[in-house]
């Protein structure tokens, strides 16, 4: 898959925020070439989906999947 596929894969994962799955395709989208920004983006575009509450907890699980890729 691209880069592209796994961002919105984990846009899917979003849905119901579940902790592995942000997680898990995060790292997968990282690792197709997506950038930390990318990611972070796609999250913040569920706020409408999900609320602001549970978007930023993906966030913060985005970044630290992002964090975890970048070390």
Not at 20 to 28: D, L, Q
Not at 31 to 47: C, F, N, P, R
Request: glycine share 12%.
């Amino acid at each position: 898959m691209t880069s592209t596929q796994w961002v919105r894969w984990g846009a899917g994962a979003r849905g119901r925020p579940i902790l592995r799955a942000v997680h898990s395709h995060a790292h997968r989208a990282l690792e197709a070439g997506a950038s930390a920004g990318e990611v972070e983006h796609t999250v913040l575009l569920a706020v409408t989906t999900l609320g602001f509450p549970a978007m930023m907890t993906a966030l913060a699980w985005g970044q630290a999947a992002i964090a975890g890729h970048e070390a």
